[in-house]
């Protein structure tokens, strides 16, 4: 049978190895993200950007994929390994079986979010403490540009593409409103929030740090990489690989099966991810039932106004808006320099 016959649609949950294709007809099998040095720096600097992200309450690894234009070849990337392609090592080599999951571009990311987990989460948690809102305005304006442009793969909107609109929407609000829990710190908890928090982490919208907080388990976590808690981290990471592995299926199905309800639904969840991200807030302890249980801090959006009288602190709404502006213009003008004139998910 001629290879080319055996082309499909990246999307059709067909394995890798058979040469199958994105949207936009490029191959996976042919690491095109990867294929020379400058678009390797370009990607390792996208993973940088995603680790930032997941590193930050509120925001999510996935959105910034979305923001990048990679989040389909991540999960289709993902999605490849499994145990279909494992003939491959004894049957056409490694070199075959590296292209097939593509390789290269799932390392090159990995580097870059690994990096800038290890190398950026001080700075991160400085401008988070110091000047929260200030961070909380651009990464607004980045969603805000990013659902924009998301929206135009939705090729048209009919009833089904608003409702799943709706529901993606609706999902992340209740992640926004929902109480945070005194977690457990045993090993089989950890294992269960590092499977919930990844799939988190994957979908634009939600933030893999903040359903940790929700959990109960972001501190203990966070400090688990700081001292080096191999156990700890041992057990974490075997979830979230689990969890992801088995996520990207879920997805990939979808992309393949109700593409165009898929993206509503992602647009759906960036939109009121504003929500999270709303940079004026209030703490406030969040009730408890449970006896001698610490109250939990929770955070509660207000407007600059009681945000000032609360806090004592300005509101800083000018600088607010200017770095909103500044997030929205480079998504811009990056959609505009990075994919001009992409027809990228007008699928029905």
């Known amino acids: 049978m001629d290879p080319q016959s055996n082309k499909k649609n990246i999307a059709d949950g067909s394995s890798l190895a058979d040469g199958s294709s994105l ?3 490029s191959s996976l099998a042919d690491c095109s993200s990867v ?12 993973g940088m950007a995603m680790g930032i992200a997941d590193s930050v309450p509120g925001v999510s690894g996935g959105t910034i994929a979305v923001i990048c234009g990679i989040y389909e070849e991540l999960i289709h990337s993902i999605k490849s390994i499994n145990p279909m392609n494992l003939p491959l090592l004894w049957r056409a080599g490694v070199p075959a079986f590296w292209r097939a999951i593509n390789g290269n571009f799932l390392t090159i990311l990995l580097l870059g979010i690994v990096s800038s987990l290890l190398l950026a989460a001080n700075t991160v948690l400085y401008l988070l403490e110091n000047h929260f809102v200030l961070v909380m305005a651009f990464f607004i304006g980045l969603i805000m540009a990013s659902s924009w442009f998301l929206q135009k793969l939705v090729s048209y909107w009919d009833f089904l593409a608003v409702a799943c609109f709706i529901a993606g929407a609706v999902i992340s609000l209740s992640a926004a409103f929902l109480t945070p829990v005194q977690g457990s710190f045993s090993l089989f908890y ?6 919930i928090a990844i799939c988190a982490m994957i979908l634009p919208g939600l933030s893999g740090a903040f359903i940790l907080i929700l959990l109960g388990v972001y501190d203990y976590v966070l400090d688990a990489l700081r001292s080096f808690q191999f156990d700890v981290i041992l057990v ?4 979230c690989i689990i969890g992801l592995l088995s996520f990207s299926h879920v997805l ?5 099966y109700y593409r165009r309800q898929t993206y509503a639904f992602l647009t759906g969840m960036l939109v009121a991810s504003v929500a999270v991200l709303w940079p004026w807030k209030n703490q406030i302890a969040a009730p408890v039932s449970l006896p001698g249980v610490e109250p939990v801090q929770l955070s509660v959006n207000v407007s600059p106004a009681e945000y000032e009288l609360v806090t004592g602190q300005a509101a800083q709404i000018l600088p607010v808006l200017l770095l909103m502006l500044v997030g929205f213009t480079l998504i811009a003008v990056l959609e505009i320099s990075v994919r001009p004139g992409s027809k990228n998910g007008e699928q029905t």
């Open 23 to 25: 949207a936009d007809g």
């Open 35 to 46: 294929a020379s040095w400058p678009l390797r720096l370009v990607l390792l600097l996208k």
């Open 190 to 195: 950890i294992f269960i929030c590092g499977l």
């Open 236 to 239: 974490f990471v075997s979830g």
């Open 252 to 256: 990939a199905w979808t992309f393949h």
